[in-house]
């Protein structure tokens, strides 16, 4: 038989994986409604979740009576995520989505202040091919040209010209 006082530190240590799993569950609802998986992700991920709860609740088990199961177990893990969920939920809810918030919003500024650079670094090299490429293409275009139109015209004065007498 355990002293009380050692019980009731078993107790404790329940009571606190009780609110730690009620922590748990807020994080992972509020990432279910903002991620809003389909149906089978959903079940794969309530799968984890309670995985990763049975893993936590083992350690504490572990931490606070060296893993015996007793009803007292039950009732502490029950009064954590009971105090947890009344108490500190709606505020913890509101805090992760707060969080996500701001997230999206520097987000958003980092994107645009990257295309506001890029549009500062892209303007003058957009000038230069503006200013000096199209004119140049614009040249080498018409200099293509008239040396095709030299060289139709050399071309039909070649070809009459050409009629040489035969040789004696």
Not at 92 to 110: G, M
């Amino acid at each position: 038989m355990q002293n009380l006082s050692t019980q009731l530190f078993a107790f404790g240590v329940t009571v606190c994986g009780g609110f730690l799993l009620g922590l748990l569950f807020d994080f992972y609802r509020v990432a279910r409604g903002v991620i809003r998986p389909k149906k089978i992700i959903t079940h794969l991920g309530d799968l984890i979740f309670w995985i990763i709860s049975t893993f936590i609740i083992f350690l504490f088990l572990l931490l606070g009576n060296w893993g015996e199961v007793r009803l007292y177990v039950f009732i502490g893990l029950l009064l954590g995520s009971t105090i947890y969920l009344k108490i500190f939920s709606s505020r913890v809810i509101k805090t992760i989505l707060l969080i996500i918030k701001a997230i999206r919003t520097i987000k958003l500024e980092i994107v645009k202040v990257v295309l506001f650079l890029y549009r500062i670094v892209g303007y003058p090299v957009n000038l230069i091919r503006r200013v000096v490429l199209i004119p140049v293409g614009l040249i080498g275009s018409l200099l293509i040209s008239i040396k095709t139109g030299i060289r139709r015209i050399l071309s039909r004065l070649t070809i009459k010209g050409e009629k040489k007498d035969p040789p004696p």
